[in-house]
């Protein structure tokens, strides 16, 4: 920069020095030369003329004279300040070594004093690190002593809670409980270490603690069983789970059902004779509604209500029990497995706990009372009413509670065992009062059917009660399929033998009298079954016997119409003879009822017989009770009266035929070939047709 700076003034000189002497031309030349050849991009140039600029240096010639000066004494004024500074500079480093070596020393004592105080403290740190390895080893052992206390001792206060008689079960209560069995299963951890005796102990301990506490849970649950609300026996959620914790105990858990059976069936018991009589039997209390006794004039009813009120407490005994062994029933099996290793001895009896069976065994223990109680009131009932119909009705309504009752109960039970003998007893006493019934109409049986052959006195009644029978056996609950048979052993007492009685009391009178009589008996019958699907079968049997009734019927009517017409005797003397011989033809006339006089009489008497006809046939059917099957034998027995009428007629034609064939002349006056009279052609003495008797009699 200097160098530049030097230059530059040199040539600010040679151009002064141009100004004052021309003659210096060349010389001025070269320096411009010189200064232009020079490279200005350098960054020193630019330095130096930056500082120029920055200095604001007049160009002016005496500005330019003194340049050079000016820069050099710079130049010299700042190295001097330089020298000066690093004069200090090198006084300071003086003091610095001088404080280092000063350190040095006090390093150097420290180090002494160190290495004394180490070889010293060596063993002192030693003994300090063994003491604080014990005492880590001591911490932790404390800390496992603290844990195993914690875990496997019970403290006094926990088992005064456990097995004390001054407190209650509560949730305290199975949290020790379930502590100490963890305990008690942990303890055979125990037993797996070289020293089992703490195990023992420990596991002996727990077990005594245990029974004591599964005892104290037992008396709990009996109290609490006896103490339990009547009127609305639910089962609270805290004797819940002392039941689910107690079925541990198998023995004690049965026990404490058992208790519970009894207590129940007694306080059912009870229940039950309050509501019959209005007060209970221990504490005289009187129910709000009237006693079931009140109604005991009305046998139907008071059976009815008797079943009703068990069948309520027997659905509210279930329900309150369902949330027990059904909700509960996966912790209360599984609690009995947990139980055959305390009880080895109860194993047998508890292989597999079955929830649904001990809700059932345990409904079937609580109702039990209820079922004597009940079977000995039905039982009086049955034996004081001889009412076929009402006796019945109670066998249909035990069969309907039985039915209703079998979705409740198991079929061990005591009650559905005690409704099935109820229910044979109504039949058997129901068929004993229909035999005696039977047998006291035997007396009538020698007497004739009534004057206007109506069904007997002892068949309407007999109809009327099996009316009434069916409508109750339609109410029951038995399955369609069985329906029929089921009801077959009823008609079998009910019906069968007043039928069998009308059929003897027919043999008394003679046809048609005999088969109107029948016939009213089965028509009665029929309808009394036909609207009743389940007596489709029977009503059918009825029917075939009632054809062949109508059948005889109208062989007599036939009967009454050949031979009040006049016909039959025709038939008669027509019947030997073959339609298809000429021969036979010609031996009609010699016949003796076709002379002349006795078919003209005939005809007569045809023609007397057709207007009234149909109104004779009918009063001989007057007496039938169905107008519609009187009318239908008549018709047909009238039609087959027609049928003969056409065979006479066709012999008729056939005659005459024969006759005009064989004197050669047309049909009408033919002459006699010996007598010389006038030959008669039998449709002239018998002109009635088959269209005219069809129209007369349809």
């Known amino acids: 920069m200097a160098g530049y700076a030097n230059e530059l003034i040199e040539v600010f000189d040679e151009k002064a020095s141009l100004q004052i002497a021309p003659q210096k031309t060349n010389v001025l030349s070269n320096k411009i030369t010189s200064v232009l050849s020079a490279s ?3 960054s020193e140039v630019r330095d130096a003329l930056q500082t120029l600029e920055d200095r604001k ?3 002016s010639a005496e500005t330019r004279r003194r340049l050079r000066l000016d820069v050099q004494k710079e130049v010299i004024t700042r190295n001097g300040d330089i020298v000066k500074d690093f004069g200090q500079v090198a006084e300071q480093l003086k003091f610095i070594g001088t404080t280092i070596k000063s350190l040095n020393r006090c390093c150097e004592d420290m180090r002494r004093h160190v290495a004394a105080a180490h070889q010293e403290g060596t063993p002192v740190l030693e003994e300090a690190s063994t003491l604080l390895g014990q005492k880590e080893d001591l911490e932790t052992k ?9 875990h496997f001792i019970i403290s006094q206060d926990e088992l005064l809670v456990l097995t004390g008689t001054a ?20 303890c055979q951890i125990l037993l797996g270490t070289e020293n089992q005796r703490l195990g023992l102990e420990l596991m002996d301990q727990s077990s005594r603690n245990l029974n004591a506490g599964y005892q104290k849970l037992h008396r709990w649950i009996q109290r609490e069983f006896k103490n339990l609300n009547l009127e609305n026996p639910q089962i609270s959620s805290i004797i819940r789970r002392a039941l689910r914790a107690l079925a541990e105990r198998p023995t004690l858990f049965q026990d404490c059902l058992d208790f519970f059976a009894e207590a129940r069936e007694h306080v059912l018991t009870d229940a039950f004779y309050a509501a019959l009589t209005g007060s209970s039997i221990e504490h005289g209390q009187h129910p709000v509604t009237k006693p079931i006794e009140f109604h005991a004039h009305d046998a139907l009813r008071y059976v009815g209500d008797m079943l009703a009120w068990t069948h309520s407490a027997t659905v509210s005994e279930r329900e309150a029990l369902e949330t027990l062994f059904i909700s509960e029933e996966d912790e209360i099996k599984r609690g009995f497995e947990a139980g055959k290793e305390a009880e080895p001895w109860s194993a047998s009896d508890s292989e597999a706990f079955d929830g649904q069976k001990a809700l059932d065994d345990l409904v079937n223990r609580n109702v039990a009372g209820v079922a004597r109680a009940l079977r000995q009131r039905v039982e009086q009932v049955l034996q004081n009413h001889e009412d076929a119909i009402l006796l019945y009705k109670i066998s249909n309504l035990m069969t309907f509670y039985y039915t209703t009752f079998s979705k409740l109960l198991s079929p061990e039970s005591g009650l559905l065992t005690s409704l099935s003998v109820l229910t044979e007893s109504a039949l058997r006493q129901f068929q004993i009062v229909t035999a005696e019934t039977v047998s006291s109409i035997q007396s009538d049986l020698d007497a004739p059917p009534p004057v206007d052959l109506r069904i007997p006195t002892f068949l309407d009644d007999a109809l009327t009660q099996l009316s009434s029978l069916i409508k109750s056996y339609d109410s029951s609950l038995i399955p369609a399929p069985s329906r029929q048979s089921a009801f077959e052993p009823i008609l079998t007492q009910a019906l069968n033998p007043f039928l069998t009685a009308c059929e003897k009391t027919a043999k008394h009178t003679t046809e048609p009298e005999t088969s109107i009589f029948l016939a009213n008996c089965l028509l009665a019958t029929n309808s009394t079954l ?12 009825l029917s075939v016997q009632l054809k062949t009734l ?7 009517q036939h009967a009454f119409f050949l031979h009040t017409s006049g016909l039959h005797p025709l038939l008669v003397a027509l019947g030997p003879l073959s339609d298809s011989s000429p021969e036979d033809a010609l031996k009609v006339p010699a016949l003796p009822p076709f002379q002349p006089q006795a078919l003209s009489d005939a005809s007569q008497t045809f023609d007397d017989f057709l207007p009234s006809a149909l109104m004779d046939a009918m009063e001989n059917l007057q007496r039938l009770s ?6 239908e034998v008549t018709a047909e027995a009238a039609e087959r009266f027609c049928e003969d009428f056409e065979f006479v007629e066709g012999w008729l034609c056939k005659v005459d035929e024969v006759k005009v064939r064989e004197d050669g002349k047309g049909e009408g006056e033919l002459n006699d070939e010996e007598g010389g009279g006038e030959v008669v052609l039998l449709r002239n003495l018998f002109p009635r047709t088959s269209a005219e008797i069809r129209a007369l009699l349809s």
Do not use: P
């Open 550 to 556: 109508t059948a005889t019927l109208t062989d007599y």
């Open 167 to 186: 407190s209650s079960v509560d949730d305290t209560f199975f949290t020790i409980l379930a502590r100490l069995k963890q305990v008690h299963a942990d």
């Open 142 to 150: 404390k800390e496992l002593l603290d844990a195993f206390n914690k």
């Open 530 to 541: 036909s609207s009743h699907d389940f007596l489709q079968s029977r009503a059918a049997q």
């Open 57 to 59: 240096v007049r160009n």
């Open 40 to 42: 200005y991009g350098d």
């Open 626 to 631: 169905s107008v519609k099957v009187a009318q």
